[in-house]
């Protein structure tokens, strides 16, 4: 019994009030229609201290204090004074270029150097072995020859 009068209950719940609804039944419900309906939009209050009024005399404020400071047309803008405090002058500039190609001018004769660098000539002997031949203490006086003076001849002679 207890669960037959939950199921009455909840197919009350869920059944609407009007089954069907013929086009007929909604006929008459349309003879209002020139009368016009009160506006039920709250509008805000208006005056000077919406966010819009605010944000225009802030701005102006702002406007007129940026005009009263920025500087004559003859003057430098402050952005450009204050870039000129960090950039490097071009006297500084042609003195550190000035050093740079002295270096480079340095580094390169050293290139140079060792690139254009040959080993020295050597003097092809056809019998070396013949210096060593005798002894240098047992040379008879006057046989020995003074080689002080002597030049190699190189391949092009």
């Known amino acids: 019994m207890l669960g037959a009068s939950r199921l009455m209950a909840r197919q009350r719940v869920y059944t609407p009030l009007i089954r069907q609804r013929y086009a007929s039944t909604s006929h008459g419900d349309h003879h209002?229609?020139?009368?016009?309906?009160?506006?039920?939009?709250?509008?805000?209050?208006?005056?000077?201290?919406?966010?819009?009024?605010?944000?225009?005399?802030?701005?102006?404020?702002?406007?007129?204090?940026?005009?009263?400071?920025?500087?004559?047309?003859?003057?430098?803008?402050?952005?450009?004074?204050?870039?000129?405090?960090?950039?490097?002058?071009?006297?500084?500039?042609?003195?550190?270029?000035?050093r740079h190609t002295a270096l480079s001018k340095n580094a390169a004769e050293g290139v140079n150097l060792l690139t254009t660098a040959s080993r020295p000539p050597i003097h092809r002997m056809r019998f070396p072995q013949m210096m060593d031949n005798a002894s240098p203490f047992n040379v008879p006086v006057g046989l020995n020859a003074d080689t002080h003076d002597f030049v190699a001849k190189t391949e092009h002679e």
Do not use: C
């Open 32 to 98: 209002g229609h020139h009368h016009i309906e009160e506006d039920t939009t709250v509008y805000p209050k208006e005056g000077f201290a919406t966010p819009a009024w605010r944000r225009f005399f802030v701005v102006s404020i702002i406007a007129g204090a940026v005009y009263q400071f920025a500087p004559n047309p003859s003057e430098e803008a402050f952005i450009t004074r204050w870039l000129a405090m960090y950039t490097t002058t071009s006297e500084k500039w042609l003195d550190m270029n000035v």
